[in-house]
């Protein structure tokens, strides 16, 4: 039933942009969604489903005497269709609200630091998606709900993510590098880099391990 209502909602928030122009309803009810994902308690009950975190699903997963049939079914839909909920409210924001720089309750709760107390820690659990081995869905999902954090949050991603750069080149490029890799997540890889090198400076460093070098009383010759 749970999963039946998630696929409604996602169904209503990916209505086409034409269909919302010509039917007056439509777009009342796509507006509606998205105004209690964004700003109601409804907002932390999304959350909490994305927050079982890759070790919840794995501790699920063992559980299940049938991994193929459990990987595409219950709680693993719940959480794919989570994240495609929370990507799709962020993206109709702009819809929404008519300042988009200032942040709704929903990314408040997304947008806080590991060392925060009483925080979901949403960022970290989506990149640990990265990792999870029993549904290749959930790591294509978190580099482009990962893109979308880079597109809309203002500050710093690198500090969300609490990961060293070595780690973070671990996570994403070194996928790019294996010739059995899924083609479709190699293309949200390099996307989510191309998005990071536009509005996140500190995740560019530690993708191309690039440095700042000043030098002082020297200098430069013309050619």
């Known amino acids: 039933m749970l999963l039946f209502v998630f ?12 269909t919302v122009k010509e039917v007056d309803s439509k777009r009342l ?45 219950s709680l693993n839909l719940l959480v794919i269709f989570a994240m495609r909920i929370l990507m799709q409210s962020l993206r109709l924001k702009g819809s929404i609200v008519q300042d988009i720089e200032v942040l ?24 640990n998606y990265m990792s999870y081995a029993f549904n290749k869905k959930f790591s294509i999902l978190s580099c482009r709900l ?3 954090f880079a597109i809309e949050f203002q500050s710093s991603l690198t500090a969300c993510l609490d990961l060293e750069p070595d780690q973070i080149r671990m996570i994403f490029l070194q996928r790019l590098r294996d010739e059995l890799e899924d083609v479709d997540l190699k293309i949200c890889i390099l996307d989510f880099v191309s998005a990071c090198i536009d509005k996140q ?10 440095r700042r070098y000043y030098f002082f009383h020297q200098s430069i010759e013309p050619f």
């Not at 696929?7 to 034409?18: F, T």
């Open 104 to 127: 709704t309750p929903l990314e408040k709760m997304i947008y806080t630091q590991p060392k925060q107390r009483d925080t979901l820690k949403i960022i970290p659990i989506v990149a």
């Open 7 to 18: 696929e409604y909602i996602y169904d209503i928030l990916m209505l086409p942009n034409e």
């Open 29 to 73: 009810l796509r507006d509606i969604c998205s105004y209690s994902l964004l700003f109601s308690e409804n907002s932390t009950a999304l959350l909490r489903f994305i927050a079982v975190g890759n070790a919840g699903l794995q501790c699920f997963m063992e559980n299940e005497s049938n991994w193929f049939v459990a990987a595409e079914s």
């Open 201 to 210: 400076p500190g995740l560019t460093e530690a993708f191309f391990k690039a």
């Open 146 to 148: 990962l893109q979308r």
